[in-house]
């Protein structure tokens, strides 16, 4: 089965450090969410791209988070500097344009604790 | 701003006591209502997407319903291997076809041998 791959799966890191999250999404998929899960507030979108252009960030602080997707291959989330409110999993997610019929895929997250 | 609520937050089952799970939806216009399952320590696993009321899909053991306001998954006889936290999402539809989806808080269900 095709999946999204998540690097690394877990992180700990201290405040103040700069965290890099990679996703590997489906090959072929065009659309590419990140999102973030914590218990209070469930699964947040903080950023989007289809074929490789950011269509909405409006989910993702900007003053210390950025998303890219240097190519089709690799899409990153950024984080600096990292606060311990950053403490969340991250999942990536890929599919094709609106989803349709198979849904998007997620990856297995990365989790991030920030001390 | 779109809204997903679902009830319960969490239940727990028999083995083959069979129920429902519910996801209530405001969103000015609908494009799509996603059913995800979710075991600890994973991401989500696609189940369904429903389009428009009326509409049911069955996949083993569950099915989903919509309506214009909520959907419904209704999960008969169920096995403990059921067990997993369901997560429905929407997604509008929008002039800008932003695909984003808006997730609920997700039903933690546990079913008992």
């Known amino acids: 089965d095709a999946r999204v791959t998540q690097t690394p799966r877990h992180k700990v890191t201290e405040m103040g450090q700069e965290v890099t999250m990679r996703c590997q999404p489906i090959?072929?998929?065009?659309?590419v969410f990140w999102y973030r899960q914590t218990m209070m507030q469930g699964l947040e979108l903080l950023a989007y791209?289809?074929?490789?252009?950011?269509?909405?960030d409006s989910g993702m602080p900007k003053d210390r988070f950025s998303a890219e997707m240097p190519d089709a291959t690799l899409a990153t989330l950024k984080i600096q500097p990292s606060e311990p409110r950053d403490s969340a999993v991250y999942f990536c997610?890929?599919?094709?344009?609106?989803?349709?019929?198979?849904?998007?895929?997620f990856g297995s997250g990365t989790r991030l604790t920030v001390v | 701003e779109d809204q997903v609520t679902q009830s319960p937050e969490a239940l727990r089952l028999q083995e083959g006591e069979s129920s429902s799970l519910n996801c209530s939806y405001t969103?000015?216009?609908?494009?799509?209502l996603f059913w995800y399952r979710q075991d600890p320590g994973k991401g989500p696993e696609f189940l369904f997407t429903?389009?428009?009321a009326g509409e049911e899909k069955e996949k083993e053991r569950l099915k989903a319903t919509l309506t214009k306001k909520e959907s419904f998954l209704h999960i008969t006889a169920p096995k403990p291997e059921d067990s997993a936290t369901y997560l429905c999402?929407?997604?509008?539809?929008?002039?800008?076809?932003?695909?984003?989806?808006?997730f609920g808080t997700g039903t933690r269900l546990t079913i008992i041998p």
């Open positions: 090959l072929g998929h065009n659309t």
């Open positions: 791209f289809r074929n490789r252009a950011p269509l909405d």
């Open positions: 999402a929407v997604q509008e539809a929008s002039n800008f076809g932003n695909e984003k989806l808006t």
């Open positions: 429903l389009y428009s």
């Open positions: 997610a890929s599919g094709l344009v609106l989803g349709q019929r198979d849904g998007y895929t």
């Open positions: 969103v000015s216009g609908l494009r799509g």
